[in-house]
Nanobody
Framework: QVQLVESGGGSVPAGGSLRLSCTASGYSVSSGCMGWFRQVPEKEREGVANIDSYGITEYADSVKGRFTISQDIAKNTLYLQATNLKPDDTGMYYC????????????????WGQGTQVTVSS
């Protein structure tokens, strides 16, 4: 059974930083396509960043240069380092994983975590 557990969210002022973590069980973070999504009420879920088994990363234009996705294989954990946070970055952040090894621009989301809330104040 695959489980993804996010942590690291919180409330920060604009310009602040957070590191989100997604610890996997029943799934190897180095073996598949994984990504971070965010969602705010009444808006569609937005893909933020993804990484695949080849280490290829992709980012939404809105976070390029500010967010970094990475993996710690020993801890079987996916990270999202978010810097220079803006109020528009506020939302529930979800970790997702695919059974596929390549993302090819899209995280299908075969498995999802429960989310961690990020709130950025102006």
């Amino acid at each position: 059974q695959v489980q993804l557990v996010e942590s690291g969210g919180g409330s920060v002022p604009a310009g602040g930083s957070l590191r989100l973590s997604c610890t996997a069980s029943g799934y190897s973070v180095s073996s598949g396509c994984m990504g971070w999504f965010r969602q705010v009420p009444e808006k569609e879920r937005e893909g933020v960043a993804n990484i695949d088994s080849y280490g290829i990363t992709e980012y939404a234009d809105s976070v390029k240069g500010r967010f970094t996705i990475s993996q710690d294989i020993a801890k079987n954990t996916l990270y999202l380092q978010a810097t220079n946070l803006k109020p528009d970055d506020t939302g529930m952040y979800y970790c997702a994983a695919d059974r596929r090894s390549r993302c090819l621009g899209v995280v299908q989301g075969d498995y999802w975590g429960q989310g961690t809330q990020v709130t950025v104040s102006s």
